[in-house]
């Protein structure tokens, strides 16, 4: 298979010197073997995330498309298709101990622009739920400060205590 | 005509340039908005968590009072428009039903009809009407070039909401039009300004903000025009300091400006100062 860099770009005009590689000769392969499925641990949480949220994590196909439009994308970690794939990969854990979900705004871009029907913001919120039903606040309402509160409208305290505080 | 009306807390504080400015407005250009009697707060986001019945209490008794009123409701802002189109199409049977009668059976009153959740801007668009609102306008906008701003939650979920469409909406520019001003197309009108993630990650809706803002500026634009509190406080207030800012006005105000409202009914003071000089420059108060 691609054994050398020039194989691996090879010349269009080049008679091919193998014959073309069957997928299922790839997957069977000792050294890279691919386990193609979304049930690789029975990891509980990603069934509360999946009910939760209403949305099935195998329905993507990682195109992208929600972390391209995802206007907080790079600044997010992992972003929405990086986190979907982390759940399909049954690294449920991972995506609930970052940062990531408490970065998404709910804007609804990535659920809009998904050929496949998946709300990341669903995921996202599902994800917050069960870290905040651990008791475990990301913003303390308490700790808020006085210039912010004169200052930012009300709706923004409200939206963001329902997001992230117990 | 008269609309049964839903401010919203925001609107009743921070932003009450906003209510009181198009309550004004609206007189001006030929129909009522009647304030429901003891509303409470929607919840300014909705939640999405299946089984989180609590967060759904508030805007589903807000519907069932609205219902005892009139079969529709108009808002102003676009969190209250979000949130309450999504909890009545909840209750209009694309949710799970059990959810849907344990919530009715815990408000106090009943939902004695399916309530139409408007926004303003709907209301000038389909029941006013361009041709008769532009007999309104007594001050045209002439050659105010604006960046009309609708971000998230006047369009998203577009098949929920079905306000306009959801990646190039077009109802202020159309207004804006009607009014003499000058829309400028660009890239940014549905994108996030950050929202709520102000309260506890400033930066990260700064960087939101600065980017529309610096796209409607690129673009051509000279103020902004938008329909929410947190946008127009988001995109007026966070960008950074060394960019001139650009004023960043509700479309009602511009609205209010056209149909003749002073200067005071504009309720500018609450906006930055940019806004009533950008205002005095243009010769329009």
Partial sequence: ?166 | MDYVYYPGCTLFTKARNLDECARKAAERVGFTLNEMPSWNCCGAIYNTTSDDLAAQVGPVRNLAKASQLGDRLVTLCAACYNVLKRAQDMLNGHGDALVRDRLLAFVEEPLVQPVKVLHFLEVLKNDIGWDNLRSRVVRELAGLKVACYYGCLMVRPAEVLSFDNPENPQVMDELMGVLGAAPVRFDFKAECCGGYLVVNRRDVARQCSDRIVENARAWGAEAIVTTCPLCQFNLERLPAASASPLPVFYFTQLLGLAAGLSEHELGLTSNTPTATEFLRAKGLT
């Fill in chain 1, 1 to 166: 298979m691609l054994s050398s860099e020039a194989s691996r770009w090879p010349n269009v005009r080049q008679a091919p010197t193998q014959p073309p590689v069957c997928l299922t000769h790839c997957f069977a392969h000792p050294k890279i073997s691919v386990q193609v499925s979304s049930h690789v641990t029975e990891d509980p949480r990603l069934g509360q995330i999946e009910e939760l949220s209403g949305q099935t994590v195998a329905d993507c196909y990682q195109c992208g498309c929600c972390t391209a439009g995802c206007p907080i994308g790079t600044a997010m970690d992992p972003p929405p298709s990086k986190a979907i794939r982390l759940l399909q990969l049954g690294r449920a854990g991972e995506l609930l101990a970052s940062e990531g979900i408490w970065l998404c705004a709910s804007c609804l871009v990535c659920g809009t622009r998904c050929p496949r029907g998946v709300d990341y913001a669903r995921i996202a919120e599902a994800c917050r739920a069960i870290v905040l039903r651990g008791r475990h606040s990301r913003v303390d309402p308490d700790t808020v400060t006085e210039p912010d509160l004169e200052e930012i409208p009300q709706q923004a305290f409200m939206a963001s205590f329902r997001k992230f505080s117990v």
